[in-house]
């Protein structure tokens, strides 16, 4: 195996090596076909088999029926932000629950839309939590109401969904897709940029349920066409091969290691490792986010001042720990741990936290 | 070398060998790195360096100054349609020729932000030409002219730009980027689909010249906004990271290969194989496109009816001639030879052409 370091970025991220080494193996010719995955016509034989897989483990892992439909577009999260209000925002206005800098995000693109009603935020607390059910105000006539799953700047994650009654519920799941069992049944549509748990950057999963789709306005422009993309079944013009392939490698291999109940149990015990580490530190080490709200997948933490910080990242990076430098905005350490990052690379990065804070405590 | 067929397709198409190598033996760990292309974050100092040097190869092969900004971009061709016309289109006018479907499409999109006047059209002959320039009816006050410049289902292509005045140039050359030297300072914008001449799907190249972005509205969508793409050098969100490495690779290999005088030369040689193959079947391979229109990227043609056409391809394809099947609309056969074809794969294609011709003439 090529000498890998441990990768804590927060995305692109670390994909799950067998897929890798597949993707390496049959990158000059796909067995039996003789092109590489990048060479081959999106109108395909080769191509409609990668992409119906694709689309059938995605089904398999969040549950999903035929009401569904599992889509794979280009312009990352950031497009959806103002796509899906642009075709889902019927009546013209919705509910956005504000948990960190991609919400705010996607509340400015769907203003651009129409009204936008913020039913909670949590920023007065630099996003270092998330809200609870009883701090929403939630409009019963919104068009639909938006939250983000997880936020991988603040490191805090939403342990269940807002309840919305007959209100829609739409997900921006960018950064913890698949990180345990869901009811997707909840949801109205789930979208997330691919690069930090499924695959390369370049390609956006949007899985959105059939009836919603009866919203979306006459004479959108066509790339912007919810219903035009759904009908040509993301083929409207070329997709992005290469991402909708790796994502084809990464699902398989999340259904070949038990699912997503195993990867809820693993990403449990590696962000409790962390957690454990902070919580056991005696202060030295001072969690961002509020217990309750603590995410699975970005574990946030500060030291006594910046300067020891910047002391902990670098020397980090020396023993092969990379992308521990927390966000611009909030500082501090920050460490990644999608499906794909390893058990061990945790424990060994407690280990160092337990020997920095004896050389430097 | 592992088995690889003749790949024909007209896109997503046959990359340099070179460059894929380079790519597959770098998968698993870039060196000195220790992470996956497709795991590294787009703002690490690794992705700078691969960014800076894609950028800095399209700078060179087209002989670009520093008045052009060269992006890269998602959703293809496809949403540059539209999001062209919504940022430059000032005054909302401008004017379209139209030389083939994606042409049309181009107008199609264009006209849900102002108007477009089609300054000549080639449909009536089904597109087997492009224009002359005194067939084209430009008004002097448009916004821009809009040519494709190379016709990928109908084999056509443009030898010269179309002369526009004061009018900036907007082109599609999506499926001849880099074919020849061209001489940029004639262009407002040139926008490029990767997957047919420069790398994977996933990516749109777009080099525009930077006075033109003072037309951009103010608000618009901020992924639809090229003055915003172009402020944050295409990483206002997560691009297309592996897609942009690969582009890296190509433009390298162009570079290192007697760039694009070298090109030009390959190609018309290859393109000429197979265009004297037809000339010299004596009628039985009919070129669809007229002589002086002939694309050096797509060679089409028909055979005496439909269900001889169907043999010819099956036939090829059993000999290792892939992706051969003419576009629905045009039927008949197409070989798209673009950079990266092997000479002797189009010579082998023309020695078969003539087998064929002698058990089935």
Same sequence: chains 1, 2.
């Avoid at 499924?198 to 004479?219: H, M, T």
């Avoid at 066509?222 to 392939?245: F, H, Q």
Wanted: charged letters at 25%.
């Amino acid at each position: 195996m090529e000498n890998r370091i441990y990768n804590f970025s927060a995305g692109p991220a670390v994909l799950p090596e067998p897929s890798l080494k597949e993707a390496q193996e049959n990158l000059m010719a796909l067995p039996g076909v003789g092109m590489s995955v990048m060479e081959i016509s999106h109108r395909s034989k080769t191509f409609d088999e990668i992409h119906a897989t694709a689309k059938s483990n995605f089904r398999k892992l969040l549950g999903a029926g035929d009401d569904y439909e599992i889509l794979f577009l280009q312009g990352g999260a950031s497009l959806q932000f103002y796509m899906l209000p642009l075709n889902l925002m019927t009546p013209k206005k919705a509910d956005y629950i504000v948990t960190g800098s991609w919400s705010k995000k996607a509340v400015k693109e769907a203003k651009r839309v129409g009204e936008v009603n913020v039913a909670a935020t949590t920023e007065e607390g630099v996003f270092n939590r998330v809200p609870k059910q009883d701090e929403l105000t939630l409009d019963p006539e919104a068009a639909f109401v938006h939250f983000t799953s997880n936020n991988t700047i603040y490191g805090t994650q939403f342990t269940a969904e807002p309840e919305t009654g007959d209100v829609p519920l739409l997900c921006d799941a960018s950064s913890d897709i698949f990180h345990k069992p869901i009811d997707v049944n909840k949801y109205g549509a789930i979208y997330a940029g691919a690069q930090k748990n499924i695959g390369p950057s370049g390609v956006c999963a949007v899985v959105v349920r059939k009836d919603l789709l009866e919203r979306v306005p006459e004479n959108l422009p066509s790339m912007l066409d919810l219903k035009l993309m759904a009908e040509k079944d993301s083929l409207y013009n070329t997709p992005n091969v290469w991402g909708i392939y790796i994502i084809s490698l990464t699902t398989k291999w999340l259904l070949e290691n038990g699912g997503l109940s195993e990867m809820e149990k693993r990403n449990n015990e590696k962000a409790g490792i962390l957690y454990d580490a902070i919580d056991g530190s005696g202060g030295y080490y001072k969690g961002h986010a509020e217990k309750e709200s603590r995410s699975v997948m970005n574990v946030t933490w500060n030291l006594a001042n910046a300067d020891l910080e910047k002391k902990f990242v670098a020397e980090a990076a020396e023993s092969g720990f990379s992308g521990l430098k927390g966000h611009r905005s909030v500082g501090g350490v920050r460490a990644s741990v999608y499906n794909a990052f390893p058990k061990k690379g945790v424990e060994e990065l407690a280990s160092f936290m337990k020997e920095f804070q004896r050389k430097n405590g």
